[in-house]
């Protein structure tokens, strides 16, 4: 009676934490190069003084979902998506490195290269910084070109290349800030078979469809935890009447 209870207990607690995974990859359906995050639910031993009496039930996140999103045209130059493999490496707010799939893109009022999200977009040397300029390029190879002010349209300067690496998946991890890094600290080198496309930004990998099956799937899950739990407290009832009249 007490595991019954103590399973239901733990498995519809979990259930949230699961609901919530899924949820937070449907919030993001329409947010450009995300990833979706993996749930699955597994029974843990509960160790106490001796060997494991019970069991109980956890939802965890075991890995992220990589696989790429479609392409979409925004005709803005400076929009880029990665074409295949790879990734754009950028400079996350602690300073570390992280890896997008795909930035929209401006130019600050310091002349800093950054994605819509306001993180510096990371070059040969570091973060990129651009000159004033009336027209800006960026080639499949992450070379960015512009003519300067005043320059006549044939007068193009090259002013850096965006820093594209190709780390194995199972390198990466994503943090609970949603930025991907590699598991170990360590600086990717550049690869300079990646390429990108300007003008397109890639779309989110999450399935609407799938999310919303699992999460029905999980809310009848809940409650047949809440049914399992009322089973045990009217068992626990019936046995306390039983051992009244004896």
């Given at each position: 009676?007490?595991?019954?209870?103590?399973?239901?207990?733990?498995g519809a607690?979990?259930?949230?934490?699961?609901?919530r995974?899924?949820?937070?990859?449907?919030?993001n359906?329409?947010?450009?190069?995300?990833?979706?995050?993996?749930?699955?639910?597994?029974?843990?031993?509960?160790?106490?003084?001796?060997?494991?009496?019970?069991?109980?039930?956890?939802?965890?996140?075991?890995?992220?979902?990589?696989t790429?999103?479609?392409?979409?045209?925004?005709?803005?130059?400076?929009?880029?998506?990665?074409?295949?493999?790879?990734?754009?490496?950028?400079?996350?707010?602690?300073?570390?490195e992280?890896?997008?799939?795909?930035?929209?893109?401006?130019?600050?009022?310091?002349?800093?290269?950054?994605?819509?999200?306001?993180?510096?977009?990371?070059?040969?040397?570091?973060?990129?910084a651009?000159?004033?300029?009336?027209?800006?390029?960026?080639?499949q190879?992450?070379?960015?070109?512009?003519?300067?002010?005043?320059?006549?349209?044939?007068?193009?300067?090259?002013?850096?290349?965006?820093?594209?690496?190709?780390?194995?998946?199972?390198?990466l991890?994503?943090?609970?800030?949603?930025?991907?890094?590699?598991?170990?600290?360590?600086?990717?080198?550049?690869?300079?078979?990646?390429?990108?496309?300007?003008?397109f930004?890639?779309?989110s990998?999450?399935?609407?469809?799938?999310?919303?099956?699992?999460?029905?799937?999980?809310?009848?899950?809940?409650?047949?935890?809440?049914?399992?739990?009322r089973?045990?407290?009217?068992?626990?009832?019936?046995?306390a009447?039983?051992?009244?009249?004896?």
């Amino acid at each position: 009676m007490d595991k019954m209870l103590y399973l239901a207990m733990s498995g519809a607690s979990q259930n949230t934490l699961a609901q919530r995974a899924h949820a937070n990859n449907l919030a993001n359906l329409s947010t450009s190069g995300f990833r979706r995050d993996f749930e699955q639910a597994r029974s843990m031993p509960l160790f106490g003084d001796g060997y494991p009496a019970r069991v109980y039930a956890m939802s965890e996140r075991p890995a992220t979902d990589f696989t790429p999103g479609t392409l979409q045209e925004t005709g803005n130059e400076l929009d880029v998506a990665i074409e295949g493999q790879g990734w754009l490496a950028v400079q996350a707010p602690d300073g570390s490195e992280a890896y997008v799939r795909t930035a929209s893109m401006k130019i600050d009022a310091l002349g800093m290269l950054r994605t819509g999200s306001g993180l510096p977009v990371l070059g040969n040397a570091g973060p990129i910084a651009v000159p004033p300029q009336q027209q800006i390029e960026i080639g499949q190879d992450g070379t960015i070109s512009i003519r300067s002010l005043g320059e006549a349209p044939n007068v193009v300067a090259q002013v850096d290349r965006i820093k594209m690496v190709n780390p194995d998946p199972k390198s990466l991890v994503k943090g609970e800030d949603g930025m991907i890094r590699l598991k170990e600290p360590a600086t990717q080198l550049a690869d300079a078979n990646v390429r990108l496309t300007s003008g397109f930004l890639e779309s989110s990998n999450v399935n609407a469809v799938a999310e919303m099956t699992s999460m029905l799937a999980l809310a009848r899950q809940f409650e047949l935890h809440v049914k399992m739990m009322r089973t045990a407290e009217d068992n626990a009832s019936a046995v306390a009447r039983v051992m009244q009249l004896s």
